[in-house]
């Protein structure tokens, strides 16, 4: 009886208790189960008749959950609605909620009867839940330079309270600014679950460098760490603004070479078919930017070009040069030629380019070509004429011999340094080389022969006097030249130090002539002279030509004075 009037007693504290005046919030997780504390704990009085969890209903009237009598091992479920199955009471007066839902944020209120009281705690309930990571949606397959374009939507789904959903491009947050970039964001709520979606659109105006950008999207949420999207990276497409032509052939390109042209464009994506202008002639390559032309003539040079093919105007250009070098020499070869005669050289030369030409003989670079118009032995040899320009270079050759009949130019006697022998040198020109013969025996035969000169020596030990024949002889013909040695013993006895072929001579000679004369008469004198011109005129013209010219000379002015 008496606790029917404490019930009603509480009852009435009940309705005067203005719900949610010191409210607790609890924030629960989404699909979990909810726990409501009662005053924290501390809800077991002294006296305690039993404890009732209660609820505001959508419609603001009360609801009762469950009674739960201290006595009792079990709490009485009052409640008839979605809660039926779902609430039970814990040890220490906590509410329990089996799948805690968006329909479980109310306010719930803890009821403590006591013999001596009746309290209320209310505690606010909030079900939070993390959406599911973001998701960047309806990508653009690609962005347009330039061109606000819809790069995609970004969505966060099924989260409480909705999610926040930030652009970024490299990890920098994008802000609307509601020209370049327009963010829209839009939030709907599942009617049967009521979570929230975030769905945003990014608007996006891309320039070339954001060719590597990466743009992600980072949901925020209130319960936990923010997510961020995978990255996505777009291609960025332009206009073609500048057509390249480049020639890939290695410069210079000589005839017979291939020349590739390759033709590119700036844009993106890349053309892909270009049009080709070969010297005036159109052609159109489609799916490759490479064009060849093989096996070129100089007739291939000019100018290339190429262009977009829905754009002429776009076009680059280049003039290729093909390299040759035409030369022609004349003569060619073996050239014979008699000294004193003329050769004409010529070298023809057509080239694409200045031709540099160098010339050699016997290996030895010439200042310029020689003009052959009389021609010497020295001037035979072999010829070399190099003649490039960049990347061609062509040498030829011609081996010029001069031939001449052979000529003695001179032959001359004299003492050997020990004074045993007589030397003498035949000096002659021809070509091929002369063979020499001498008249006489002799030894030691020296010979050189160098550009058409030709010396030999002959050492003779004469033991009466000689006229010794130099002869010299090759296939055209032969010269030949005397010149008389006087016996080395006569010369020994009559005068030692006479030195034959000399001015000296001429002097002693006199001398001599000059004391035997002395006691003889004029008219002997003269005989005698005449006598010994007579003898001697044979081979006097020898030894003028080997010259002594001056000794007949002095020798008359001598025999006049005296
Ligand atoms: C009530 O008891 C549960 C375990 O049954 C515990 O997890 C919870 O923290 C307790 N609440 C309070 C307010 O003491
Ligand atoms: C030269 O010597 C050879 C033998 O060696 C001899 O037969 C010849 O008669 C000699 N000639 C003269 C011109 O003395
Ligand atoms: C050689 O010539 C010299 C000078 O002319 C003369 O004196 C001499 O008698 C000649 N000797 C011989 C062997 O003929």
């Given at each position: ?49 039993f ?21 009792k091992?079990e ?29 479980d944020?109310?306010?719930?209120t ?41 790069l995609g ?7 409480n ?20 970039i ?22 996006y ?5 954001d ?9 925020k ?29 290695p410069s ?35 799916n ?19 262009s977009?093919?829905?754009?002429d ?16 020499l ?12 003329s ?5 023809e ?27 010497t032995?020295s ?16 040498t030829f ?13 001179s ?15 035949c ?23 160098v550009?058409?000169k ?8 004469p ?10 002889t ?27 072929g000399?001015?000296?001579q ?5 001398g ?33 030509e ?17």
């Amino acid at each position: 009886m008496q606790s029917v009037i404490y019930l009603f007693g509480a009852l009435i504290a009940a309705l005067m208790f203005s719900p949610g005046s010191c409210k607790q919030t609890v924030t629960a997780l989404y699909g979990e189960t909810i726990e409501v504390p009662c005053n924290e704990g501390n809800n077991k009085p002294e006296g305690l008749i039993f404890t009732k969890w209660k609820y505001i209903k959508d419609d603001d009237s009360a609801g009762d959950l469950l009674v739960k009598h201290p006595q009792k091992d079990e709490a009485t479920v009052s409640a008839t609605d979605g809660y039926k199955n779902r609430v039970s009471i814990a040890e220490n007066s906590s509410l329990l909620i089996a799948q805690g839902s968006l329909a479980d944020q109310r306010v719930f209120t803890c009821m403590v009867v006591s013999l001596t009281n009746l309290e209320e705690y209310s505690v606010e309930v909030k079900v939070y839940k993390i959406p599911s990571a973001p998701v960047i949606k309806n990508k653009a397959k690609e962005l347009e330079n330039g061109k606000l374009t819809t790069l995609g939507e970004c969505v966060a789904e099924s989260g409480n309270p909705a999610a926040d959903l930030i652009w970024m491009k490299n990890n920098q947050p994008l802000m609307d600014d509601g020209k370049t970039i327009i963010i829209k964001s839009t939030v709907t709520k599942d009617p049967a679950t009521h979570l929230s979606s975030t769905s945003s659109s990014l608007q996006y105006t891309a320039s070339k460098e954001d060719m590597a950008s990466q743009f992600t999207c980072m949901a925020k949420h209130v319960l936990g760490p923010d997510q961020v999207s995978s990255a996505e990276i777009f291609p960025i497409h332009y206009p073609t603004e500048k057509v390249s032509l480049q020639v890939l052939s290695p410069s210079p390109i000589r005839e017979g070479d291939n020349i590739t042209l390759k033709c590119q464009a700036d844009g993106n994506p890349p053309p892909t078919s270009f049009n080709f202008n070969i010297k005036g002639q159109r052609v159109t390559v489609t799916n490759k930017d490479i064009y060849t032309i093989t096996g070129v003539t100089r007739a291939d040079s000019g100018v290339y070009k190429c262009s977009l093919l829905n754009k002429d105007e776009m076009e680059s250009t280049q003039i290729v040069t093909v390299s040759f070098l035409d030369v022609s020499l004349s003569p060619k070869g073996n050239v014979v030629k008699k000294v004193g005669e003329s050769l004409v050289v010529s070298l023809e030369k057509n080239s694409s380019a200045e031709a540099k030409v160098t010339w050699t003989k016997d290996k030895r670079t010439l200042d310029k070509l020689p003009s052959f118009s009389n021609l010497t032995y020295s001037e035979a040899g072999l010829y070399e004429c190099d003649v490039s320009i960049e990347g061609i270079r062509r040498t030829f050759f011609f081996k010029l011999t001069v031939e001449g009949t052979p000529k003695i130019r001179s032959l001359t006697k004299h003492r050997s340094t020990d004074g045993k022998h007589k030397v003498l040198t035949c000096e002659a020109e021809g070509s091929p080389q002369p063979d020499v013969l001498w008249s006489v025996n002799g030894t030691n035969d020296q010979m050189s022969y160098v550009q058409g000169k030709a010396t030999y020596k002959l050492t003779v030990v004469p033991s009466k006097n000689l006229t010794v024949t130099c002869e010299v002889t090759n296939k055209l013909g032969s010269d030949k030249k005397d010149i008389s040695v006087f016996s080395l013993f006569e010369e020994e006895k009559a005068s030692p130090d006479k030195s034959e072929g000399g001015a000296e001579q001429a002097k002693v000679i006199v001398g001599v002539v000059v004391g035997l004369i002395i006691a003889a008469a004029l008219v002997g004198l003269i005989y005698w002279l005449y006598i010994k011109k007579s003898r001697q005129g044979s081979w006097k013209t020898g030894e003028k030509e080997a010259g002594t010219s001056e000794e007949s000379k002095k020798l008359e002015e001598n025999n006049h004075k005296v």
